[in-house]
């Protein structure tokens, strides 16, 4: 089975080290980015999420599970010491696509 790697980006959302600093526009962004490339929380596989403070993660854990309704993909959730342009969180997410 081939592996088609591309990069996926819109203007609906901003740059990825944007200044944005609140969990709910994190997952907008991601969102935009998902439809962009024809797919969805529904079609995630797995989602990575960097936090600055891990006492966010109730927070965050609230509007991921909002976000991503009934979608269950693998998850990750880790404290890291930074974050580019000092966001507060960042999501790394792998998504099957439509063709």
């Given at each position: 089975m081939a592996t088609i790697?591309?990069?996926i980006s819109t203007a609906d959302s901003p740059a990825a080290l944007g200044?944005?600093?609140?969990?709910?526009?994190?997952f907008a962004?991601?969102?935009a980015v998902l439809?962009?490339?024809?797919?969805?929380?529904?079609?995630?596989?797995?989602?990575t999420v960097f936090l600055k403070d891990l006492n966010d993660f109730d927070v965050v854990n609230k509007v991921y599970a909002k976000a991503l309704g009934?979608?269950?993909?693998?998850?990750?959730?880790?404290?890291?010491a930074r974050?580019?342009?000092d966001v507060l969180v960042e999501i790394d997410c792998?998504?099957?696509v439509n063709a």
């Open positions: 790697h591309k990069i200044p944005y600093y609140r969990h709910e526009q994190v962004n991601l969102t439809k962009e490339a024809n797919s969805s929380f529904a079609h995630a596989v797995k989602c009934g979608a269950l993909p693998s998850r990750a959730c880790v404290q890291v974050l580019p342009k792998i998504a099957t």
